[in-house]
Each structure stands twice: as structure tokens, then as C-alpha cells.
């Protein structure tokens, strides 16, 4: 019994200590993939908190990514601040943007939702192009670049403290909350639970945390352009939220893992031509959804037969908007 | 004691005096007129996508975000085979057929499996899956580059009253309508489209009737493909827009606003979003100064967005939005 | 031979075993009930015939098995399965309810449409009334029109008389033998109004938790002292 309730945590201490061991074995280049991984994992853990704990279905994270981004990048470039100072302040900036649309988010449920966050995905990147002298325009802006160590370990350590973050928070009163407020709503405010704090904050902290992403994801790009917090980068978001299991924080690093090194492994190795990539990509993750629905970590499940401390990882409920 | 005030006019009142307004604008001016005109063709295009949206939804309540790809490929056969030698309308036809057999192909292939044992959530990804796969084959097979298209009829302008019409926007807009009308047609008077709305609508109780429910779903996909053909033949004879991989992506993303603000059960719903959506936004774009090209897609979800709010389940959407 | 047969029928839902070893049998022709607390596996019977539960054991219909056979399957065998709820479409018209009873028929309708008003003539004039705003028993009737046009050997019934008033009850079940005796339709009916369907049917089955517990005419039923307790009320 004992042993059960400490496998996680000493599998978390496992794997932090590997994350931090790895770059010995790689080159510079590969830590840079390492460190874009480690901001898929913020990006990702950030979604599961809205979607898979809470049931807010968002396919537009990729504009909160894009609001720590854009304050790293602005202040980085023309203020002069230091970089790692600025991720407090998109901390800041994303937890406001999250609320902002963590109201409207009050009206609408499943699919409608969906498409609104969508939407906000797709008119960000707009407005950033609008207005260049703010924001560098479509050119964008280039930042001081970083060794592929450095950036390392400030993803993973971003990564590591939002997992330790989100853990806390979600095995907790508030996590309770956000669950129930997925599981049923009439029963959530039955038992005294605030729909509309709730939903609003658990939009909050999710964007916080993709901004810090963001702030990251720019850092290790060293460059910024609308272009790069475009539909793409939301999709896969989504994907690796869901390939990973959703309401799962285990199943968070296979997500990252799969949507960042399955193309690059594809484009890297000779056996297909980079044409085919896409190609192949997208019917993995087809089969992966046939085989696997509800992610990886229910075949984790299974095999250790958790009973998830995180809750059981119900259907998101994309398009019940109710009976 | 409060009284219920009954708001089912609101909608039907404000889209007769959208109309008479943009009959007004355009007597008055021939450049609105011109506008206007326009404005419905590019919504003709994203109505016949955000139809085939509608359809699969309605029997699924899955969005599937492939529409657009697959419309592009299709278009990419329509370009082949009139490279082959056909001309432009037997290729449209040929491509019509194709896109039916290769909608049902990949709803078989590609989505029941995963619908077989998921949820809606794990084939909305299949069909993000999808949606690469299917634009990753295009730049496979035909490369990235862009192709030119050759156009249906040649350019010709029609002057009526001092505005100039474009002979493609019309046809545009007539293709367009009559394809949706055929459709309307089939749901609404023949066995199949009857069968077809019954296994949409109640899956279980068209089973005990004897209805092949899963039959039923793939023959969506084909209608869903042939309409995302059309538009995508359609958008390609717009000067405006080029033979690419990337066609569709930002047509999708109208016709998905369009389909909301329709009501995403409605396809009626989907047709008049997407006009209004087509000539708002040609409107905004040459009357409004700061509406810069940036920014009409944001503008598109603004309207969306206006009407969800004041209409949560859409235009004609069936919807119950249930508060606590 | 009987027209259903069913020898030792296993069911279940997910783990959950809802029918242990369920034997019944229906004649060409005749009206038999199915009697039961709720839970007791009526409605699951009644899936298991018309494949829309997985099922285990012998079914077999006029000697063909159906062991592999699923609801569409079913229909085109003969076998009209009107469900709890009524299973009718309520966002399409009356006309395209009756029209999709009729789906698995070929050939012209105008006989069956004519047969359908003669036994509720006041579905002429609702024809284009959407499904869902009829009455209880007007959908029930509905249903059971729809079920008619299908020109089944073999009617399931489940639970007719639910949420309807008395006299409405008594003129379904009325109508429910006229079609037995004019369509020559057989009925396995189930309910939980013990009276109305012991006076309507010729035999029943009483199942309880998932088996049944006693089987025979319904003179005999109505007899027996357990019966009148638990399911007459006297």
C-alpha cells in the first residue's frame, strides 16, 4: 500500500533526474530540441489543466503561448530587460488574457467554446501583424541567442516547476473543484462550487503557464514573428495534450515527446523522404487515436493499474452542452 | 409576475433588414454594389464547406477540421485531370464523383476506426491527423509550388446600371446555392436523405427501422467531400486566390465561423452565416478604413462572437444552453 | 415450431449480467406478455432479440438464428422493435415517421398508408406535425403506426402504457389486439401494468432479476396467490 502511494513521487525524482543527467549525452543541437520538448511539456501541462481537468475544451493555446512570448520578446528587444526577468511578467500578462477569455467561456460550453478559443487562436497572430511598431510586424524581432545548455535547463526547470505547481494545485481543494466542475456541473454547484470563479481561474493559471511557454519557446527560437503562434502550433498543442491522455499529468512528457521528436525523428532519418513526413505523421496520430483514445496514460493505466490519484479521466464533454 | 417575452422575431427581423440594406447600398452606390456582389461570392465558397461542416457534425458532433484539405485535393484532381487533356467541366464532373468515392473511402479507412472505440474528442484529432496527412500528400504528389488553374469560362464583366459584375462571381454564387439547393433536395425528398437525417438525428431508434447507421455516416463524408470539392473548384477560379497546398486553410477557418453563427445543427443556418459573413466583410474591408486585411479574419470571429453572445446556439441553431 | 424462440440467453452490460439463462417462446399469431419489477430484465430481453444488446445462448426466429444478427438485420427479418421512450424521430414530421417505419420495404406505400389511417385516422390531418409535439399517447400510437408499416411478423413491445392516463392505456391496448387479430402480427409485450396486459395477452413470462420465474397462461398467472401480491396488488 505504502509502496503504491510513493511510486509517483519517486518516479517523478527518477525522472527529473534523468531530464537533468541527458545533455551530457547529447550535442548542442540536440538540447535545443531537448529545451523545445521541455516547452511542449509547460504548453501541454498548461491545456490539461483547462481541458482535461476542468472539461474547457481550448484549441487556442497557442495565443497565450503568444502573449509570453511577445512581452519576453518586447522587453527582451526594446527595453533591454534581462530574460528571465521577464517571465514573471508573462506569467502576469497570460493569467490576465486567461480570464479574459475564461469569460465569455462562462456562456458557452463543448464545441462553441472550442471554436471560440480557435478563434482567438487565429486573430492573435492577426493583430500582432497589424500593428509592427508594437510588435515587429511580420518580420518580426531577434533575440540575443542562448547556448543549447542554457536553454535546457531554463525549459525543464520552467517545466519542472509548473508540474510541481499543477500537481499541488490539482490534488487539492482546488483541483477537486475543477474536477468536479468536469464531471457535472449541476452536482459542482450543488456542493457550493463557484462555476464562474472556478472556470474563469482555471483559464487563468492554464494561460499563465502556456505564456510561460511562450516566453520560453521564443527564447529558444532566439526570434519571434506571428507566423510561429500560428493554427499549427495550437493543433499540436492539442494533439500532444490528447495523444498524452488528457486528466493525466504522467501522460504530459509522452505528449510532448511525440508531437516534437516524432517529425523531427522522421525528417532526420533517411529511410523517408522529408515529403512524406506530414504524411506519416498525421497517420500516426490517426492510429494512435484508433488504437489508444484516450492517450497514453490509460495504457499506463492498465499496465500499473492505477487508480489515478488525478481522477479518472473521463471523456471531455465536447459538444454536451447538456441534456 | 414577469412576462416571457417572446424574441423568436429578433432573427428573421434583422436578416430582412440586412437585406434590405444591402439592396438600398447597392442601388445607391455601385461600388457597394460591386462589394456586395463579391462579398456573396467568397460567402458561396465558404457555404458550401461550412455546409459539408454542418453535415458531418450533425450526425457525429464531430468538427472535422480535413474539410478543407480534402477540398484542396480535390481540386488538385480537378487541376490533374485537366492537365491530362479533359476539359474544364468534364473534369468538374469527373472530380465531383471522385470526391464521393474518396469521402467514403477515408471516412472507412480513417474514422471508424477510431470511432468504433473513442470518443468525439479522439476523432476531432483524427481528423487534425487527417488534416496533415492530407495536405503532407498533396505537396508529395504535386508539389509545393503553385499551380496555375486554368478558369471556367474567360473573364467577362456584365454592366448593368453603371456596376460591373464579374461573370465569375456570379457563377460563383449560382454554383454555389444550386449545389446546397441538390443537396436540400435529397434530405428532403427521397429515401436515402430521409434515412440519411433519421440515423443523423437518432442513431439508435433509425437502427430499429432497419437503417444502416454506419452506411449512412460514410455516405455523409462523400456528400461532405463533393461539397468541399465544389467550393474548392470555385475559390480556385478566384483571381484572388492560389493553386496551393495551403488553398483551404483560411477558407476553412470562415467557413467554421460560419457554420457557429449559423448554428452548428443548421445548415440553412451555415448559408446565411456565411453570406453575411462574406459580405460583411468585403464591406468592412472598403468602407472602413482601419480594417486592414489582417484584420478581417479576426473580424469574422468578432461577428461570430456577436451572435453567439446575443444567440448562444447560433442563428438557427436547436441548441438548449442549460444555466445554472 | 414457435415463430421466437429463445434458449438459455445470457446478456450483459459491461459487467453487470442482466438476463441468467432466459428461455421463452412466441406462436405465429399470439400475444404474449412479459411481467417484472423493473430491473428485472424485460427491456434487456427484448434488446436481446433485436440485437441492439450483446447477447449470448439460442434465438432463433422461425428456426433461423439470430445469434448474429443486429437491429437493421432484424428489421428486415420481420421483427418491429418499439422501444421504451418510443424510439420516435421527434424532430421529423408524422408523415416521415410512418415513412421510415416502411424503410425496409420495397415497392409502393399507398396500401400500407391506407391500412396505417384506417387504424388511426386522425394521423391524416397532422401529417406535417413534427413528431416531438404530439401527446404521450398520440407518440405511442405513432410508434405503433410506425411499427405497422413495416408489416412485421413479430412485435416488440416495451412498456406501451407508460406515463399515459388510464383510458388512453386501455384504447393502445385495444388497438394492440386488433392488430393482432386483423395483421396476425405476434406480440411479446412487456409491462409493468400486470392487469391490462394479463387480460390482452394469452400467456406470460414473469421474470425477476434476470430469470424467469414463472411462465403460463394468464388465467393460470392471475391465479397464483404470488402473483396477485406482488404484481396484481391483491
Excluded at chain 1, 490534488?171 to 459542482?188: K, L, P, W
Excluded at chain 2, 465544389?230 to 460560419?258: C, E, K
Excluded at chain 3, 440485437?51 to 448474429?68: K, Q
Aim: hydrophobic share 55%; net charge neutral.
Amino acid at each position: 500500500m505504502r509502496a503504491r502511494a510513493l511510486l509517483g513521487p519517486v518516479t517523478a525524482l527518477v525522472a527529473a533526474v534523468v531530464i537533468a543527467l541527458l545533455p551530457l549525452t547529447l550535442s548542442d543541437y540536440h538540447r535545443s530540441t531537448g529545451a523545445l520538448v521541455g516547452v511542449f511539456f509547460t504548453a501541454i501541462l498548461a491545456l490539461d489543466i483547462v481541458t482535461g481537468y476542468t472539461g474547457q475544451i481550448s484549441i487556442g493555446h497557442g495565443a497565450f503561448m503568444a502573449v509570453g512570448g511577445y512581452t519576453t520578446a518586447i522587453l527582451t528587444h526594446d527595453h533591454g530587460w534581462n530574460d528571465l526577468a521577464t517571465l514573471p511578467l508573462a506569467l502576469a500578462f497570460g493569467f490576465v488574457a486567461g480570464v479574459i477569455v475564461g469569460l465569455p467561456a462562462l456562456r458557452f460550453s463543448g464545441v462553441y467554446l472550442a471554436l471560440t478559443t480557435f478563434a482567438v487562436a487565429l486573430a492573435v497572430p492577426q493583430i500582432a501583424k497589424n500593428y509592427p511598431d508594437f510588435t515587429g510586424g511580420t518580420e518580426g524581432l531577434a533575440l540575443p541567442t542562448h547556448s543549447g545548455t542554457w536553454l535546457y535547463y531554463v525549459a525543464w526547470t520552467v517545466a519542472a516547476v509548473a508540474f510541481v505547481f499543477a500537481w499541488l494545485l490539482l490534488r487539492g481543494r482546488t483541483g477537486r473543484a475543477f474536477r468536479a466542475v468536469r464531471d457535472s456541473e449541476i452536482a459542482a454547484v450543488s456542493s457550493g462550487v463557484s462555476l464562474p470563479f472556478h472556470k474563469t481561474v482555471s483559464f487563468g493559471i492554464s494561460a499563465a503557464i502556456a505564456a510561460a511557454a511562450g516566453s520560453v519557446y521564443v527564447l529558444v527560437n532566439n526570434f519571434i514573428n506571428p507566423d510561429v503562434f500560428g493554427l499549427q502550433l495550437s493543433l499540436f498543442i492539442l494533439i500532444g495534450a490528447v495523444v498524452g491522455g488528457l486528466g493525466s499529468l504522467w501522460g504530459v512528457i509522452v505528449g510532448a515527446a511525440f508531437v516534437e521528436l516524432l517529425p523531427i525523428g522522421l525528417t532526420s532519418s533517411s529511410f523517408t523522404s522529408s515529403e512524406l513526413v506530414p504524411v506519416i505523421f498525421g497517420a500516426v496520430v490517426i492510429a494512435v487515436m484508433a488504437l489508444l483514445p484516450l492517450g497514453a496514460a490509460s495504457l499506463l493505466q492498465r499496465l500499473l493499474h492505477f487508480g489515478s490519484q488525478t481522477g479518472e479521466s473521463s471523456d471531455v464533454p465536447l459538444g454536451t452542452e447538456g441534456t | 409576475m414577469s412576462v416571457r417575452v417572446d424574441r423568436s422575431w429578433i432573427v428573421p427581423a434583422l436578416l430582412v433588414a440586412g437585406c434590405i440594406g444591402l439592396v438600398v447600398g447597392s442601388l445607391s452606390s455601385s461600388l457597394f454594389a460591386q462589394q456586395t456582389l463579391s462579398g456573396l461570392a467568397n460567402g458561396g465558397i465558404y457555404a458550401s464547406l461550412a455546409v459539408a461542416l454542418v453535415l458531418i457534425y450533425r450526425a457525429t458532433e464531430v468538427i472535422n477540421f480535413s474539410q478543407g484539405a480534402i477540398a484542396t485535393f480535390t481540386t488538385y484532381i480537378a487541376w490533374q485531370l485537366m492537365d491530362w487533356g479533359l476539359t474544364y467541366w468534364l473534369a468538374f464532373a469527373c472530380t465531383l464523383g471522385i470526391a464521393f468515392a474518396g469521402g467514403i473511402a477515408l471516412e472507412l479507412v480513417a474514422i471508424r476506426p477510431v470511432e468504433r472505440r473513442g470518443n468525439v474528442l479522439s476523432v476531432v484529432i483524427a481528423s487534425i491527423g487527417l488534416l496533415i496527412l492530407v495536405e503532407g500528400a498533396i505537396g508529395y504528389i504535386w508539389g509545393n509550388d503553385i499551380k496555375f488553374m486554368p478558369a471556367p469560362f474567360p473573364a467577362h464583366i456584365y454592366r448593368i446600371g453603371g456596376v460591373a459584375f464579374s461573370r465569375q462571381d456570379i457563377a460563383t454564387i449560382l454554383i454555389a446555392l444550386a449545389s446546397v439547393f441538390v443537396l436540400w433536395l435529397l434530405f428532403q425528398f427521397t429515401k436515402l436523405g430521409l434515412a440519411m437525417r433519421a440515423a443523423a438525428v437518432r442513431p439508435e431508434a433509425a437502427r430499429l427501422v432497419g437503417i444502416r447507421v454506419s452506411w449512412m455516416l460514410s455516405l455523409g463524408w462523400g456528400l461532405a467531400a463533393m461539397l468541399g470539392a465544389v467550393a474548392g473548384m470555385m475559390a480556385a477560379a478566384s483571381p484572388s486566390v492560389l493553386l496551393q497546398p495551403s488553398m483551404m486553410d483560411g477558407i476553412l477557418i470562415y467557413a467554421f465561423a460560419a457554420a457557429v453563427l449559423g448554428g452548428l445543427d443548421s445548415a440553412a443556418g451555415a448559408v446565411v452565416g456565411a453570406l453575411a459573413i462574406g459580405v460583411t466583410l468585403n464591406l468592412l474591408g472598403s468602407y472602413v478604413s482601419w480594417v486592414t486585411p489582417q484584420l478581417l479574419l479576426p473580424a469574422a470571429f468578432v461577428l461570430m462572437l456577436v451572435v453567439l453572445l446575443v444567440k448562444p446556439s447560433g442563428l438557427f441553431g436547436h441548441t438548449t444552453v442549460r444555466k445554472v | 415450431m414457435p415463430l421466437l424462440a429463445l434458449r438459455d440467453v445470457d446478456a450483459r452490460y459491461g459487467q453487470v449480467q442482466a438476463l441468467r439463462g432466459v428461455s421463452l417462446t412466441v406462436d405465429e399469431g399470439e400475444i404474449v406478455a412479459m411481467l417484472g419489477a423493473n430491473g428485472a430484465g424485460k427491456t434487456t430481453t427484448l434488446r436481446a432479440i433485436s440485437g441492439t444488446v450483446r447477447r449470448s445462448g439460442t434465438l432463433e426466429l422461425d428456426g433461423r438464428s439470430l445469434a448474429r444478427t443486429g437491429p437493421e438485420q432484424a428489421a428486415r427479418l420481420g421483427v418491429a422493435h418499439v422501444p421504451e421512450g418510443r424510439g420516435t424521430f421527434s424532430e421529423l414530421t408524422v408523415w416521415e415517421n410512418l415513412r421510415l417505419g416502411a424503410h425496409t420495404r420495397r415497392g409502393p406505400l399507398n396500401d400500407d398508408f391506407q391500412r396505417v389511417l384506417g387504424y388511426f385516422p386522425w394521423l391524416e390531418g397532422r401529417r406535417a406535425q413534427q413528431a416531438g409535439t404530439l401527446s404521450g399517447g398520440e407518440q405511442q400510437m405513432l410508434a405503433l403506426a410506425r411499427a405497422l408499416m413495416q408489416r412485421p411478423r413479430l412485435l416488440l413491445l416495451d412498456e406501451p402504457s407508460l406515463g399515459l392516463a388510464p383510458l388512453v392505456v386501455a384504447e393502445i391496448f385495444r388497438i394492440v389486439r386488433e392488430l393482432n387479430e386483423r395483421e396476425g402480427a405476434a406480440v411479446l409485450l412487456v409491462e409493468q401494468n400486470a392487469r391490462t396486459s394479463l387480460s390482452t395477452a394469452a400467456r406470460a413470462y414473469v421474470l425477476e432479476v434476470g430469470a424467469v420465474a414463472y411462465a403460463g397462461t394468464s388465467e393460470e398467472l392471475s391465479e397464483r396467490d404470488s402473483i396477485r401480491r406482488s404484481y396484481l396488488g391483491y
